[in-house]
């Protein structure tokens, strides 16, 4: 199916779910709402026009620094004031990022139909939740735990959900861009 | 008889099991010999890939990409590159598209080596991992050539790659893939018809295609369970759809399988880069003898700082040897025709100051390559499955998120389905088998 007629057949479907749709650069992403997540997902993987049987990636994004200058991290600016420069035109322009602060992102793939589908579901809050996919997915557990590790995204109905690259002791959730790059945390170890 | 007591056993492997591929935890609970019980911990190699992204530039970040899968980090500089290049709206020439499809192919070919070899070794067969790290070194010799390094090879730039392949490339390559399919036929005969290799493989650890689907495993993996999807040729990227080559597919979804998909595939990459190397467009037009004389580049810069240009007008700069393959004259085949994405050659720098402009403008701090607002998908196939970028870019100099969907994630976390129910003594194979390279896994 053309990017397009996969947008408009999830539209059609949840009418109500879904918030915005593009194809920046032919990627087809759709902005749903975090709602009937699980139900949509289901849709997804076993309706006969989708058939998207691989979870292939499940991310989130921090937008609360979108546009905005950031700090430089480990590289301090030189002081000369520089005009940037023109940003590379583009024909299709990207519609901007949801307003909420955080998105989880999914991107699927179906086998059969060869595919791709972008999902992006905008959430809010500091202790932001949605549904988790691991009933559909058995991929999803550790993907959701990562996300949880690093944005601090609950993800609801989960079996097992902590840390997975950090530790336990680790306080603060790293990806989230109120974290500085170069703050240092004790390592834990066994008490001597 | 009273009923006898029995309870489960938690053994611990890891984290620096001399069996494990890098440092990972097993925690398994055992009934005798049947593991029951699994449970993996990861994240001790851990070192922030993703935060470290977004606080350099885009040409920034392919330093960390080398030490994603170090055992391939062509493929991962290419995929990250591609990312970045759809982002941008621009593509490489046909020459640079060849390069980096034959090296990553070499890169494939050393993945599965190191891989094969090992498991081979961790079963005993020692002789076979010998014969392949010898392969491989033939191969890394080719990288080495090539990139100037044989592991942190920070080939692949945005919109190209740093050098042209150097002077009898072709002929070393050939002749390294002699020796590679030698040693291909020597392991054959040492592992695949060998009882005890046979035995401690097929069987173990198996997975369903539904499973390994459910789990988003990809690559080899999920070939050798009967499903033949590959990147390369259901969604084709770079030059990819214009190479022959097969897809080989197990049914059994085993060890076995994955050995016996692994081998096959480097036979199709060392197709895939004869095929390259057969139809690579020609490398660089020969600069004129009567101008094109090399001289030192400190030379030159002097020359140009006394504006005396006719003295410098065609000719090539003597750079650093860390520059080979990129001058002028080759310059075209390697680099997109953008000048805002990619440095203008060492002769342009030097001689002109449309060149030094173009140069400041990419390298200096606030300024750099600056793609459109925008988010993108990149998947690549990477020697243990597909290998995805998703780059968001706000507009600025910097990536706002770059995200790499690791193809032994997602084969760790089905680990627990593929060893339960196996004996322990099963765990070293199966474990062999998932290639789980820790730089990829925990990023």
Known sequence: ?192 | MAELETRDMLLNVGPAHPAMHGIIRIVTRLDGEVMVDVDVEIGYLHRGFEKMSETVDYNGVIPYTDRLNYVSPLINNMGYCMAVEKLLGISVPERCHYIRVILSEISRITDHLTCVGASAMELGAFTVFLYMIKAREFLWELVEMATGARLTVSYCRVGGVKGDLPAGFAEACAGALKETRKVLEESDALLTRNRIFVDRMSGTGRISSEDAISYGITGPFLRACGVDYDVRKDCPYSVYDRLAFDVPVGTQGDNFDRYLVRMEEMQQSIRIVEQALRDIPDGPIQTNPETGRPIPASEMVDEAKMGNIVAIAGRQAVADPTLDGSAKSQHANISAPEKRVFLPPKEDAYGNIEGLMQHFKLVMHGHGIRPPRGEVYFPVEGANGELGFYVLSDGSGRPYRVRVRPPCFAIMSALPKLLVGDMIADLTPTFGSVNMIGGELDR
């Open chain 1, 1 to 192: 199916m053309t990017t397009q007629a996969l947008i408009e057949t999830l539209k059609s479907r949840f009418p109500e779910e879904v918030k915005g749709s593009h194809s920046y650069r032919g990627d087809a992403t759709v902005v749903v709402a975090s709602g009937r997540l699980l139900e949509l997902c289901r849709t997804l993987k076993e309706d006969a026009a989708f058939q998207m049987n691989l979870l292939m990636d499940l991310t989130a994004v921090d937008f609360s620094a979108f546009g905005q200058v950031r700090p430089a991290g480990f590289f301090v600016p030189s002081g000369v004031a520089a005009h940037p420069q023109v940003e590379i035109p583009d024909a299709e322009p990207w519609p901007g990022p949801p307003a909420a602060r955080f998105a989880v992102v999914y991107h699927f793939y179906s086998i059969a139909l060869k595919h791709r589908l972008r999902l992006l579901v905008p959430v809010e809050g500091d202790d932001p939740e949605v549904d988790s996919l691991s009933p559909l997915w058995g991929g999803a557990d550790w993907l959701e735990r990562e996300v949880w590790d690093m944005f601090g995204i609950r993800f609801r109905g989960h079996p097992n959900l902590k840390r997975i690259l950090m530790y336990e002791e680790f306080v603060g959730y790293p990806l989230r861009k109120d974290y500085p790059v170069n703050r240092r945390q004790p390592l834990i170890g066994p008490v001597n």
